[in-house]
């Protein structure tokens, strides 16, 4: 029953890629390195309002998480890695590249015979990251 399409929400997630070195103005590596993720892509499920007593169960009393994505089973692409825009939904420049820095990762994912739940944590991401 979660799973129905009037229950379901927008939001974009964006898939972990790897990481590249992060170069000074002279071309010289720093070191440090910066995550590569892909475009935004759209997503439709069901997205709590808030955390639950019922919920906690599912992941573990100890697991601290803000929200609940319960999509069907078929769709595994997010994953511990990915990246989601939930309350601000990307602006995407010209190029095809976000203006909003996402606002929730992924902490845990529980797969079920029916369906997948993603327990999320609000993030605060500084502009351009």
Known sequence: ?????RNKSLFYYAQYEGKKPIVDEYGNLTGEYERVYSKPKKCFANVSAAKGETQTRQFGDTENYDKIIVMEN???I???HSILWIDDLPKFTPEGKTETPHDYEVKKVAKSPNSVSIAVNK??????S
């Open 123 to 128: 993030v605060e991401v500084a502009y351009g």
């Open 74 to 76: 078929d769709f595994q």
């Open 78 to 80: 997010i994953d511990e």
């Open 1 to 5: 029953m979660k799973t129905l399409k």
